[in-house]
């Protein structure tokens, strides 16, 4: 299946969208807001990056346009 990074920073809604990814077979990584994410970008390959759009310190379009 797909290797996936979620990046939001609500931590109830992460953790329960990884569960559901989890179960239907996926690898998940997760991050916190976009900073945290675009590290993980930086030493990671993803199939798919799930991202919020407003997060504290780096936000979702941020991230967008980093990238």
Same mark, same amino acid.
């Given at each position: 299946m797909a290797k996936i990074l979620l990046v939001e920073d609500d931590e109830f809604f992460i953790k329960t969208l990884a569960h559901q990814l989890k179960r239907a077979g996926h690898e998940?990584?997760?991050? $916190?807001?976009g900073e945290v994410g675009k590290g993980k970008l930086i030493k990671n390959h993803y199939d798919l990056v799930i991202s919020d759009i407003q997060?504290?310190? $780096?936000?979702?379009?941020g991230l967008l346009l980093w990238a």
């Open positions: 998940i990584d997760e991050a $916190l807001n997060m504290p310190v $780096l936000d979702g379009m």
